[in-house]
């Protein structure tokens, strides 16, 4: 049974930053890809960045060059810098190697919420 707990969220102004983290714990992480995902209120899901066991990293558009997925160990960690509004939203921690393998539209149609975490909520004021 994977269990996923995200924290790290606030709120803050525009142009500021956020460093989210995700414990990861029930299975190995050797093998397995983990990812960020998050959902405002009256919108799609949106897949934001994913990591895999090579440390290979990909990125939403929206966010490439602010935003930064990194691992240690257990913990993934999501480095957000120049936050805009438009970030505001839950952010969940995710694993499944479809996300990596596939992306993140068929991780959403496919997986279910025993592969990511309750979320933390970030909040960007204009």
């Known amino acids: 049974q994977v269990h996923l707990v995200e924290s790290g969220g606030g709120t803050v102004r525009a142009g500021g930053s956020l460093r989210l983290s995700c414990f990861a714990s029930?299975?190995?992480?050797?093998?397995?890809?983990l990812g960020w995902f998050r959902q405002a209120p009256g919108k799609e899901r949106e897949g934001v960045a994913s990591i895999d066991d090579d440390g290979v990293t990909t990125y939403a558009a929206s966010v490439k060059g602010r935003f930064t997925i990194s691992r240690a160990g257990s913990t993934i960690f999501l480095e957000m810098t120049n936050l805009r509004p438009e970030a505001t939203g839950t952010y969940h921690c995710?694993?499944?190697?479809?996300?990596?393998?596939?992306?993140?539209?068929?991780?959403?149609?496919?997986?279910?919420?025993?592969?990511w975490g309750q979320g933390t909520q970030v909040t960007v004021l204009s």
């Open positions: 995710a694993t499944d190697l479809v996300i990596c393998r596939n992306g993140w539209d068929l991780f959403f149609q496919v997986s279910s919420s025993d592969y």
């Open positions: 029930g299975y190995s992480l050797i093998s397995f890809c």
